[in-house]
C-alpha cells in the first residue's frame, strides 16, 4: 500500500519510537525518480497513473513486509526501513536502481525509460524530521552528482560497521 505524504510521516514517528526503545536501526530512503516531473505531463493521465502503479509495484516487491512505502512529493518515494542502518540502506538503492529502474515501463503503449535517485539517512535515534532533512540533502546532492547516482547522508549517528575491527583469535585450539 503506497502512504500519503501524512500518513508517511506519522509511520516514521512511530518508527522511531520502536527503534530508540527497542535499540535497533531504522533507515529512510528518498528515492526521487529521474524524468517524472519532466516526462509525466506529457504523457496521457492514464498514462501517468500506469507509470506511477508501476513504479510503486517495482518498489514494494523489494521491501521486506514490515517496511513502508509512501509518496513523498511528486516524482519522489519515500522509503521507511525498520532494523536497517544506513550502510544496509545504501545495498538496497543499489537494488532497486539496478533490479527496478534498469528496463522501462509500458504504460499506454509507450515505452518509459526512468532512472532513479537516491538519498539515504539512518536514524540513529534522532527526532524524525531531522532524519528526514537529511534524507533530503541526500536525495539533492545525488541529484547534483547527475542519473542514478545514490547518496548517503553526511551526518550519521550510526557508526560505520566496517570501521569495527575483526577480533583475532588468540587459541591456537580455536582456530580451523
Known sequence: MLLSRDELIAVLFKETDRAQRLKTGLALILCGIDGCADRLPELEARTDRDVEEEITRRIVRALR????????ADGEYCLVLPGCNSF???????????????????????????????????????????????AEDALRNARSRGPGAIERSCYDAEPDPT??????????????
Do not use: H, T
Open 88 to 134: 544496509n540502506a545504501v545495498a538496497m538503492a543499489e537494488r532497486l536502481r539496478q533490479d527496478l529502474f534498469s528496463s522501462p515501463i509500458v504504460a499506454g503503449g509507450e515505452s518509459v525509460s526512468l532512472r532513479a535517485n537516491f538519498g539515504i539517512a539512518g536514524s540513529g535515534g534522532r527526532s524524525p524530521l531531522v532524519v528526514l532533512r537529511n
Open 65 to 72: 513486509c514490515y517496511d513502508s512505502l509512501g509518496r513523498f
Open 163 to 176: 570501521a569495527f575491527p575483526i577480533a583475532m583469535v588468540e587459541d591456537k585450539s580455536l582456530q580451523w
